[in-house]
Protein backbone atom coordinates (compact mmCIF):
# COMPACT_ATOMS: atom_id res chain seq x y z
CA UNK A 1 0.00 0.00 0.00
CA UNK A 2 0.88 3.47 -0.92
CA UNK A 3 -0.24 7.03 0.00
CA UNK A 4 -1.76 9.66 -2.50
CA UNK A 5 -3.95 12.46 -2.92
CA UNK A 6 -6.69 13.11 -4.63
CA UNK A 7 -7.18 17.08 -5.39
CA UNK A 8 -9.75 19.10 -7.27
CA UNK A 9 -11.04 22.26 -6.47
CA UNK A 10 -14.78 23.43 -6.48
CA UNK A 11 -15.28 26.55 -8.21
CA UNK A 12 -18.06 29.32 -7.77
CA UNK A 13 -19.00 30.83 -10.70
CA UNK A 14 -20.95 34.51 -10.33
CA UNK A 15 -22.81 35.64 -12.94
CA UNK A 16 -23.71 39.48 -12.90
CA UNK A 17 -26.87 40.23 -15.26
CA UNK A 18 -27.73 43.88 -16.43
CA UNK A 19 -30.45 45.18 -17.68
CA UNK A 20 -29.72 48.61 -19.86
CA UNK A 21 -32.74 50.48 -21.03
CA UNK A 22 -32.14 51.17 -25.21
CA UNK A 23 -33.59 54.48 -26.46
CA UNK A 24 -32.83 56.48 -30.01
CA UNK A 25 -30.72 55.46 -32.80
CA UNK A 26 -27.05 53.36 -32.08
CA UNK A 27 -24.02 55.78 -31.02
CA UNK A 28 -20.54 55.31 -30.75
CA UNK A 29 -20.63 54.80 -27.48
CA UNK A 30 -23.40 51.84 -27.68
CA UNK A 31 -22.15 48.93 -25.74
CA UNK A 32 -20.77 45.75 -27.60
CA UNK A 33 -20.53 42.25 -27.31
CA UNK A 34 -16.99 41.27 -26.21
CA UNK A 35 -17.39 37.87 -28.33
CA UNK A 36 -18.91 39.05 -31.57
CA UNK A 37 -18.67 42.78 -31.60
CA UNK A 38 -22.53 43.50 -31.84
CA UNK A 39 -24.33 46.29 -30.15
CA UNK A 40 -26.17 44.79 -26.85
CA UNK A 41 -29.96 45.82 -27.12
CA UNK A 42 -31.05 43.99 -24.21
CA UNK A 43 -30.14 42.65 -20.86
CA UNK A 44 -26.80 40.98 -21.36
CA UNK A 45 -24.23 39.35 -18.37
CA UNK A 46 -21.03 41.26 -17.00
CA UNK A 47 -18.12 39.08 -16.48
CA UNK A 48 -15.52 41.10 -14.94
CA UNK A 49 -14.77 44.07 -17.59
CA UNK A 50 -16.15 42.28 -19.96
CA UNK A 51 -19.97 42.19 -21.48
CA UNK A 52 -22.17 39.22 -23.21
CA UNK A 53 -24.89 38.97 -24.92
CA UNK A 54 -26.61 36.23 -22.99
CA UNK A 55 -26.79 33.64 -25.87
CA UNK A 56 -22.92 34.56 -26.78
CA UNK A 57 -21.93 33.86 -23.18
CA UNK A 58 -23.75 31.40 -22.46
CA UNK A 59 -22.63 29.28 -25.90
CA UNK A 60 -19.46 30.44 -26.17
CA UNK A 61 -17.48 31.99 -22.76
CA UNK A 62 -19.00 29.51 -20.25
CA UNK A 63 -16.78 26.74 -19.59
CA UNK A 64 -18.29 23.39 -20.67
CA UNK A 65 -18.60 20.65 -18.77
CA UNK A 66 -15.79 17.32 -19.71
CA UNK A 67 -18.61 14.92 -19.59
CA UNK A 68 -22.05 16.11 -20.75
CA UNK A 69 -20.28 18.90 -23.23
CA UNK A 70 -23.21 21.26 -21.98
CA UNK A 71 -22.22 24.46 -20.68
CA UNK A 72 -21.50 25.30 -16.72
CA UNK A 73 -23.80 28.01 -14.59
CA UNK A 74 -22.87 28.82 -10.96
CA UNK A 75 -21.30 26.24 -9.27
CA UNK A 76 -18.67 23.58 -10.63
CA UNK A 77 -15.91 20.86 -9.60
CA UNK A 78 -12.48 21.15 -11.63
CA UNK A 79 -10.26 18.20 -11.49
CA UNK A 80 -7.78 17.37 -13.27
CA UNK A 81 -7.57 20.71 -15.01
CA UNK A 82 -10.45 20.02 -16.64
CA UNK A 83 -14.32 21.21 -15.59
CA UNK A 84 -17.41 19.69 -14.57
CA UNK A 85 -21.07 20.41 -13.11
CA UNK A 86 -20.50 19.07 -10.07
CA UNK A 87 -23.30 15.68 -10.70
CA UNK A 88 -20.96 15.01 -13.56
CA UNK A 89 -18.17 14.76 -11.54
CA UNK A 90 -19.85 12.96 -8.66
CA UNK A 91 -21.28 10.34 -11.06
CA UNK A 92 -18.77 9.72 -13.60
CA UNK A 93 -15.72 11.28 -12.19
CA UNK A 94 -15.05 11.64 -8.28
CA UNK A 95 -12.59 9.01 -7.55
CA UNK A 96 -14.35 6.25 -5.19
CA UNK A 97 -13.00 4.09 -2.20
CA UNK A 98 -12.72 0.14 -3.73
CA UNK A 99 -14.07 -0.76 -0.12
CA UNK A 100 -17.32 1.27 0.48
CA UNK A 101 -17.73 2.82 -2.57
CA UNK A 102 -17.94 6.82 -1.14
CA UNK A 103 -16.57 9.44 -2.69
CA UNK A 104 -12.79 9.78 -1.68
CA UNK A 105 -11.18 13.46 -0.67
CA UNK A 106 -7.40 13.85 0.04
CA UNK A 107 -5.18 11.80 1.23
CA UNK A 108 -5.91 7.63 1.02
CA UNK A 109 -4.23 4.28 0.35
CA UNK A 110 -3.60 3.12 -3.19
CA UNK A 111 -2.61 -0.68 -3.77
CA UNK A 112 -0.58 -2.67 -6.17
CA UNK A 113 -3.33 -3.25 -8.38
CA UNK A 114 -4.99 0.58 -8.87
CA UNK A 115 -7.44 0.52 -5.76
CA UNK A 116 -7.80 3.19 -4.15
CA UNK A 117 -9.25 3.02 -0.09
CA UNK A 118 -9.75 5.10 2.45
CA UNK A 119 -7.00 5.18 5.28
CA UNK A 120 -8.94 4.21 7.40
CA UNK A 121 -9.92 0.91 6.29
CA UNK A 122 -6.14 -0.56 6.66
CA UNK A 123 -7.23 -0.95 10.33
CA UNK A 124 -10.58 -2.48 9.68
CA UNK A 125 -9.81 -5.28 7.04
CA UNK A 126 -6.85 -7.63 6.88
CA UNK A 127 -4.87 -7.44 3.80
CA UNK A 128 -4.28 -10.63 1.34
CA UNK A 129 -0.82 -11.69 2.75
CA UNK A 130 -0.37 -12.85 -1.49
CA UNK A 131 -1.33 -9.93 -3.46
CA UNK A 132 -1.46 -6.95 -0.85
CA UNK A 133 -5.80 -6.12 -1.33
CA UNK A 134 -7.58 -5.52 1.62
CA UNK A 135 -9.64 -8.52 1.99
CA UNK A 136 -13.70 -7.26 1.47
CA UNK A 137 -16.25 -8.43 -1.07
CA UNK A 138 -16.25 -5.66 -3.63
CA UNK A 139 -12.66 -6.05 -4.08
CA UNK A 140 -11.36 -9.84 -3.75
CA UNK A 141 -14.81 -11.18 -3.74
CA UNK A 142 -14.38 -11.85 0.10
CA UNK A 143 -11.48 -14.27 1.60
CA UNK A 144 -10.49 -16.14 4.62
CA UNK A 145 -7.90 -16.74 6.97
CA UNK A 146 -4.77 -18.49 6.12
CA UNK A 147 -3.85 -18.83 9.69
CA UNK A 148 -3.23 -16.67 12.88
CA UNK A 149 -1.16 -14.31 11.18
CA UNK A 150 -1.82 -14.81 7.18
CA UNK A 151 -5.04 -14.30 5.53
CA UNK A 152 -5.87 -15.15 1.70
CA UNK A 153 -8.41 -13.46 -0.83
CA UNK A 154 -10.54 -15.18 -3.37
CA UNK A 155 -8.68 -13.79 -6.18
CA UNK A 156 -5.03 -15.40 -5.05
CA UNK A 157 -7.39 -18.75 -3.62
CA UNK A 158 -7.99 -19.33 -7.33
CA UNK A 159 -4.91 -20.46 -8.01
CA UNK A 160 -4.25 -22.15 -4.86
CA UNK A 161 -1.77 -25.25 -5.09
CA UNK A 162 -3.17 -27.79 -2.84
CA UNK A 163 -2.50 -31.20 -5.57
CA UNK A 164 0.54 -32.83 -4.74
CA UNK A 165 0.52 -33.83 -8.36
CA UNK A 166 0.50 -30.30 -9.06
CA UNK A 167 3.04 -29.12 -6.61
CA UNK A 168 5.69 -31.44 -7.86
CA UNK A 169 5.22 -30.58 -11.32
CA UNK A 170 5.68 -26.49 -10.29
CA UNK A 171 8.50 -27.54 -8.05
CA UNK A 172 10.36 -29.83 -10.93
CA UNK A 173 9.47 -26.46 -13.35
CA UNK A 174 11.13 -24.20 -10.71
CA UNK A 175 14.18 -26.47 -10.91
CA UNK A 176 14.73 -26.30 -14.75
CA UNK A 177 14.17 -22.69 -14.74
CA UNK A 178 17.72 -22.59 -12.02
CA UNK A 179 18.95 -24.44 -14.71
CA UNK A 180 18.47 -22.36 -16.90
CA UNK A 181 20.56 -19.43 -14.96
CA UNK A 182 23.50 -21.83 -14.47
CA UNK A 183 22.36 -23.50 -10.45
CA UNK A 184 21.84 -26.68 -11.27
CA UNK A 185 20.30 -29.17 -8.70
CA UNK A 186 19.52 -32.90 -9.13
CA UNK A 187 16.24 -32.93 -8.32
CA UNK A 188 15.87 -36.52 -8.63
CA UNK A 189 17.48 -36.84 -5.72
CA UNK A 190 15.17 -34.21 -3.63
CA UNK A 191 12.11 -35.54 -1.74
CA UNK A 192 8.85 -33.45 -1.61
CA UNK A 193 5.80 -33.02 0.49
CA UNK A 194 3.16 -30.34 0.55
CA UNK A 195 1.91 -29.84 4.10
CA UNK A 196 -0.34 -27.58 6.32
CA UNK A 197 1.09 -24.25 8.32
CA UNK A 198 0.85 -26.47 11.64
CA UNK A 199 2.89 -29.22 10.11
CA UNK A 200 5.69 -26.82 8.99
CA UNK A 201 5.97 -24.89 11.90
CA UNK A 202 6.67 -28.31 13.47
CA UNK A 203 9.17 -29.14 11.14
CA UNK A 204 10.99 -26.35 11.27
CA UNK A 205 11.19 -26.33 15.22
CA UNK A 206 9.86 -22.55 15.21
CA UNK A 207 6.13 -23.32 16.46
CA UNK A 208 5.32 -20.54 14.52
CA UNK A 209 3.60 -20.28 11.06
CA UNK A 210 5.34 -17.84 9.32
CA UNK A 211 7.54 -20.14 7.29
CA UNK A 212 6.46 -20.99 3.50
CA UNK A 213 8.85 -23.77 3.15
CA UNK A 214 11.78 -25.66 4.66
CA UNK A 215 14.55 -27.50 2.59
CA UNK A 216 16.11 -30.15 5.12
CA UNK A 217 19.46 -32.02 4.93
CA UNK A 218 19.80 -35.34 6.25
CA UNK A 219 22.74 -37.35 5.96
CA UNK A 220 25.82 -40.47 7.01
CA UNK A 221 29.06 -40.61 7.18
CA UNK A 222 31.66 -43.28 7.22
CA UNK A 223 35.12 -43.14 7.07
CA UNK A 224 35.07 -38.76 6.57
CA UNK A 225 32.83 -39.69 3.45
CA UNK A 226 29.20 -38.47 3.41
CA UNK A 227 27.17 -41.47 2.53
CA UNK A 228 23.26 -42.20 1.97
CA UNK A 229 22.67 -38.11 2.25
CA UNK A 230 18.96 -37.32 1.51
CA UNK A 231 17.30 -34.00 0.83
CA UNK A 232 13.52 -33.12 1.21
CA UNK A 233 11.54 -29.77 0.29
CA UNK A 234 8.66 -28.93 2.41
CA UNK A 235 6.33 -26.06 1.04
CA UNK A 236 3.05 -24.88 2.67
CA UNK A 237 -0.47 -25.81 1.01
CA UNK A 238 -2.52 -23.41 -0.44
CA UNK A 239 -0.27 -20.25 -1.44
CA UNK A 240 -1.21 -18.98 -5.05
CA UNK A 241 1.30 -20.56 -7.97
CA UNK A 242 3.99 -17.65 -8.11
CA UNK A 243 4.38 -17.63 -4.66
CA UNK A 244 4.85 -21.41 -4.51
CA UNK A 245 7.00 -21.56 -7.16
CA UNK A 246 9.16 -18.81 -5.76
CA UNK A 247 9.09 -20.51 -2.43
CA UNK A 248 10.25 -23.97 -4.47
CA UNK A 249 13.15 -21.78 -6.18
CA UNK A 250 14.73 -20.59 -2.76
CA UNK A 251 14.26 -23.70 -0.94
CA UNK A 252 15.63 -25.59 -4.05
CA UNK A 253 18.74 -23.31 -3.60
CA UNK A 254 19.24 -24.08 -0.24
CA UNK A 255 19.56 -27.78 -1.30
CA UNK A 256 22.31 -26.40 -3.96
CA UNK A 257 23.89 -24.88 -0.87
CA UNK A 258 23.53 -28.32 0.68
CA UNK A 259 25.30 -29.90 -2.34
CA UNK A 260 28.06 -27.33 -3.39
CA UNK A 261 28.20 -24.76 0.09
CA UNK A 262 29.81 -24.32 3.01
CA UNK A 263 28.13 -25.73 6.33
CA UNK A 264 26.65 -23.44 8.40
CA UNK A 265 26.73 -20.08 5.64
CA UNK A 266 25.95 -16.64 7.78
CA UNK A 267 22.18 -16.37 7.31
CA UNK A 268 22.07 -12.86 5.33
CA UNK A 269 24.20 -14.48 3.15
CA UNK A 270 22.57 -17.60 3.13
CA UNK A 271 19.12 -16.46 2.95
CA UNK A 272 19.98 -13.47 0.46
CA UNK A 273 21.26 -15.86 -2.08
CA UNK A 274 18.23 -17.97 -2.04
CA UNK A 275 15.69 -15.83 -2.18
CA UNK A 276 18.18 -14.19 -5.23
CA UNK A 277 17.88 -17.59 -6.59
CA UNK A 278 13.81 -17.15 -6.17
CA UNK A 279 14.32 -13.46 -8.12
CA UNK A 280 15.91 -15.17 -11.02
CA UNK A 281 13.60 -17.56 -11.43
CA UNK A 282 10.72 -14.82 -11.39
CA UNK A 283 12.66 -12.65 -13.90
CA UNK A 284 11.67 -15.70 -16.51
CA UNK A 285 7.41 -14.90 -16.07
CA UNK A 286 5.78 -11.57 -17.20
CA UNK A 287 2.66 -11.31 -15.26
CA UNK A 288 1.58 -8.70 -12.85
CA UNK A 289 1.54 -11.10 -9.82
CA UNK A 290 5.41 -12.03 -10.72
CA UNK A 291 6.04 -8.28 -10.87
CA UNK A 292 4.68 -8.07 -7.37
CA UNK A 293 6.01 -10.94 -5.99
CA UNK A 294 9.38 -9.44 -6.88
CA UNK A 295 8.30 -5.89 -5.67
CA UNK A 296 7.99 -7.87 -2.30
CA UNK A 297 11.52 -9.14 -2.64
CA UNK A 298 12.86 -6.56 -3.17
CA UNK A 299 11.36 -4.30 -0.42
CA UNK A 300 11.68 -7.20 2.30
CA UNK A 301 12.53 -5.01 5.21
CA UNK A 302 13.72 -8.97 7.24
CA UNK A 303 17.57 -7.71 8.15
CA UNK A 304 18.61 -11.86 7.01
CA UNK A 305 16.14 -11.91 4.06
CA UNK A 306 15.73 -8.81 2.56
CA UNK A 307 18.71 -7.00 3.68
CA UNK A 308 20.54 -10.19 2.20
CA UNK A 309 18.73 -9.71 -0.45
CA UNK A 310 19.98 -6.83 -1.44
CA UNK A 311 23.62 -7.52 -0.86
CA UNK A 312 23.44 -10.63 -2.89
CA UNK A 313 22.30 -8.73 -5.38
CA UNK A 314 24.71 -5.42 -5.34
CA UNK A 315 27.52 -8.39 -5.42
CA UNK A 316 26.25 -9.86 -8.50
CA UNK A 317 25.55 -6.34 -10.55
CA UNK A 318 29.65 -5.76 -9.56
CA UNK A 319 30.79 -8.83 -10.33
CA UNK A 320 28.71 -11.25 -12.04
CA UNK A 321 26.48 -14.39 -11.62
CA UNK A 322 29.37 -16.95 -11.90
CA UNK A 323 31.62 -15.16 -9.47
CA UNK A 324 28.51 -15.04 -6.52
CA UNK A 325 28.17 -18.80 -7.35
CA UNK A 326 31.70 -19.92 -7.33
CA UNK A 327 32.16 -17.58 -4.27
CA UNK A 328 29.34 -19.67 -2.47
CA UNK A 329 31.38 -23.31 -3.34
CA UNK A 330 34.28 -21.78 -0.48
CA UNK A 331 32.69 -19.31 2.14
CA UNK A 332 30.53 -18.87 4.75
CA UNK A 333 30.25 -14.77 4.74
CA UNK A 334 29.76 -11.88 2.75
CA UNK A 335 33.19 -10.41 1.50
CA UNK A 336 34.93 -7.69 3.84
CA UNK A 337 32.97 -4.28 3.53
CA UNK A 338 29.84 -5.85 1.59
Known amino acids: MRNTRSTYRVVALAIIMVTILVSGSST ?25 HESCYREHVLP ?68 GRLICMRVTGGGRAYDDRHHICNLCREYAVTDTYIARRLLDESCDRLKKVGIEVDCDEVNFQLVSAEELAQLSGSGLAD ?11 MLGITVNRKFTVYIRSGMPQMHFISTA ?45 IDCLERDPCPVYGDGFRRVATFVAEQGKAAWLEYLKDHRFFPAGR
Not at 88 to 109: F, M, P, S, T, Y
Request: charged residues 25%; hydrophobic residues 30%; negative net charge.
Open 28 to 52: AEDLRCDYCGKVITEQYVQDGDKCY
Open 211 to 221: NFGLAHYEYET
Open 249 to 293: AHELMHVWMYQNGKDKVDPPLLEGSCNYAALLVLQQYDDDLTAYV
Open 64 to 131: RCAVCGKPIEGRYTVYDGKPYHDSCWKRNVALRCAVCGQIIEGDHLIDNWGNHYHSRHQDELPACSFC
